[in-house]
């Protein structure tokens, strides 16, 4: 039935219109879930360390005894700087959460409108990004800046695929400045840009050098104690959150350095493995950005699902697929909720079986394999597609390469 719906909606409205009534549909049920909650820890960090500049005081040197300790203040003084201009406009956390929302509404436009892909495709994965529940709970009812880090990486992957080598460095550099994400795709990119144009590679990587250095250019020099206060939570343990380390930990096998040495490598065989044409540059984006997040001690469900997204937009998944990962996610999100907020008011008839089976607090075995599972289950398709010799969607070989098969291929005159 929803799918007849669907069909006549675009019989009705045209493939445009569609696009355009879903991602009005996200919005407005993003702003119903933003009227009926307050957000989480982490968008009131956002507030008070964006707030403090309007107060006259460094948000990378606060105060003693504040609502937050210093080694909290550890984001990019872009991201703090976007959210202090947001507050002097309106000086309340909705003016972030509105942000958030947008950054939702351009994603679901970039698939809908630009990504070159069948628009059952496209139909499908609108429909997941915009009213799947452990999105809704992870970015919007819990107000993450992981938003508008999917929006990069989106229009990044976008960028590839056109062969937009602009486009291509324009989101590295963007999702470097605001987050430092870009950086652990960086050598990669580097790499691609050199076999497309030799020596001349290195006008796009000094210029990516170049926005780096100023983007840490305010609040400078304190804003520099965002490097190492991340450096301090690589060392948390116990594991805490989702981290899938805590499983390591239990097992009595977890130390701090195992993290760094374990993201260190794993990028490192990202890039060897792209370096041989194992994998196309796209994924070896998502395999770096992938790594820079998964081997965290603090990861939370919501980094979880920011890394796990990109995959989905190079699987070609059937209807049995989107059912599993629909299922999934639901109940991905009700573990969630029900370890972060406790059992919703709703179903608290079923209080006693929902704690049974899901969790009452974070970083426990139970929290982690729960919310691992959406990873888990994309991850498998990607390698058991990768195993059957399916190329990742939408993918096209190096511009070097292509034009030597085109070249070796035989002339028709």
């Known amino acids: 039935m929803p799918g007849r719906l669907l069909a006549k909606v675009q019989r009705t409205l045209g493939w445009r219109g569609t696009v355009i009534v879903l991602t009005l549909a996200a919005v407005i049920v993003r702003l119903v879930i933003i009227a009926h909650s307050r957000g989480g820890e982490d968008l009131r960090m956002y507030v008070y360390f964006s707030r403090l500049p309007l107060h006259g005081v460094n948000p990378f040197s606060p105060p003693a005894g504040g609502m937050f300790p210093a080694v909290d203040s550890n984001n990019p003084p872009v ?85 937009s080598e602009f486009g291509s460095w324009f989101a590295a550099a963007a999702l470097t400045a605001f987050k430092f994400l870009g950086a652990f795709a960086a050598p990669a990119l580097a790499l691609r840009s050199w076999r497309r144009d030799g020596t001349r590679a290195v006008i796009p990587v000094a210029a990516y050098g170049a926005v780096f250095l100023l983007s840490n250019a305010p609040w400078f020099p304190a804003s520099l104690h965002a490097f190492s206060r991340r450096n301090v939570r690589l060392g948390i343990d116990p594991p805490i959150h989702a981290s899938p380390w805590l499983l390591v930990s239990r097992a009595g096998l977890y130390a701090p350095a195992e993290a760094k040495i374990a993201l260190v490598l794993s990028i490192v065989a990202v890039l060897a493995l792209y370096a041989v044409r194992k994998i196309e540059i796209r994924e070896a984006v998502i395999f770096s950005l992938f790594a820079g997040y998964v081997f965290l001690p603090d990861d939370a469900f919501n980094r979880l699902i920011l890394i796990t997204l990109p995959f989905l937009l190079l699987l070609s998944l059937s209807l049995w697929r989107w059912v599993a990962v629909w299922i999934v996610t639901c109940f991905s999100a009700l573990a969630a909720v029900v370890a972060v907020r406790g059992v919703p008011h709703e179903l608290r008839g079923l209080a006693g079986p929902l704690q049974t089976v899901f969790s009452t607090h974070e970083a426990t075995v139970r929290h982690v394999l729960w919310v691992n599972l959406f990873p888990a289950l994309v991850l498998a398709l990607y390698f058991y ?18 034009r030597a098969e085109r070249a070796a291929e035989p002339s028709l005159s």
């Open 79 to 163: 991201e703090v700087a976007v959210f202090t201009g947001l507050l002097a406009i309106h000086d309340a956390a909705t003016m972030l959460r509105l942000l958030f929302v947008l950054a939702d509404a351009a994603v679901l436009l970039v698939i809908g409108l630009a990504y070159r892909r069948p628009r059952r495709w496209r139909l499908a994965m609108m429909l997941f990004y915009g009213f799947n529940p452990f999105i809704l709970v992870a970015f919007t009812a819990f107000a993450e800046d992981k938003t508008l880090l999917f929006l990069g990486i989106a229009c990044w992957l976008l960028a590839l695929e056109r062969d």
């Open 385 to 402: 597609d990768r195993s059957r010799g399916r190329a990742p969607v939408g993918a096209a070989p190096d511009r070097p390469r292509a």
